[in-house]
T-cell receptor, first 111, second 111 residues
């Protein structure tokens, strides 16, 4: 079945720098890749997503890229701010109508 | 505004007791899900439903059950609570099985 690996598990960056989180998936039938942000004590919330017919998508300071050949997708956050501190989850929607989740990345923004 | 609500938000129960966590959504989504979240394990799917009278087991369904008698509700029952079921539980719904909207979570402690 589908497997999603997410790296790194923890990422610490200086405020204002960029952060990149990477996920790889195994099922070539996967066609939808969302990213969720979860602040401490809160629910996960969708921040950006990408479908398999698109290579890149941007929304202000965040972007997601998809490489279908290599089966990996990445979240890019530019000009990081303190409010970006959170746990980020990637997921892949496989052919069996289920979202398969990565293990999460804790992003720490250092002042 | 349409939303998804969980109750109770916090509960302490004793080992062996039956516990039911309620989930109610007003989006009229056919697809509903229950996840548990534990440190080091990310989000793990317990049960899911794609419509009224439809229920399916997820990856960690042992000790849990759900029922779907209408579109709005998917209650999660722990038949005989165990300490290993101490966790944060998130209900979620989706219009299309891949874009997931989470409830605020239910913190359950089994003592």
């Amino acid at each position: 079945g589908e497997n999603v690996e997410q790296h790194p598990s923890t990422l610490s960056v200086q405020e204002g720098d960029s952060a990149v989180i990477k996920c790889t998936y195994s099922d070539s039938a996967s066609n939808y890749f969302p990213w969720y942000k979860q602040e401490l004590g809160k629910r996960p919330q969708l921040i950006i997503d990408i479908r398999s017919n698109v290579g890149e998508k941007k929304d202000q300071r965040i972007a997601v890229t998809l490489n279908k050949t290599a089966k990996h997708f990445s979240l890019h956050i530019t000009e990081t701010q303190p409010e970006d501190s959170a746990v980020y989850f990637c997921a892949a929607y496989n052919g069996n109508y289920q979202l398969i989740w990565g293990a999460g990345t804790k992003l720490i923004i250092k002042p | 505004d349409a939303e998804i609500t969980q109750s109770p938000r916090h509960k302490i129960t004793e080992t062996g007791r039956q516990v039911t966590l309620a989930c109610h959504q007003t989006w009229n989504h056919n697809n509903m899900f229950w996840y548990r979240q534990d440190l080091g394990h990310g989000l793990r799917l317990i049960h899911y439903s794609y419509g009224v009278q439809d229920t399916n087991k997820g990856e960690v369904s042992d000790g849990y059950s759900v029922s779907r008698s209408n579109t709005e509700d998917l209650p999660l029952t722990l038949e005989s609570a165990a300490s290993s079921q101490t966790s944060v539980y998130f209900c979620a719904s989706s219009p299309d099985r891949n874009t997931i909207y989470f409830g605020e979570g239910s913190w359950l402690t089994v003592v």
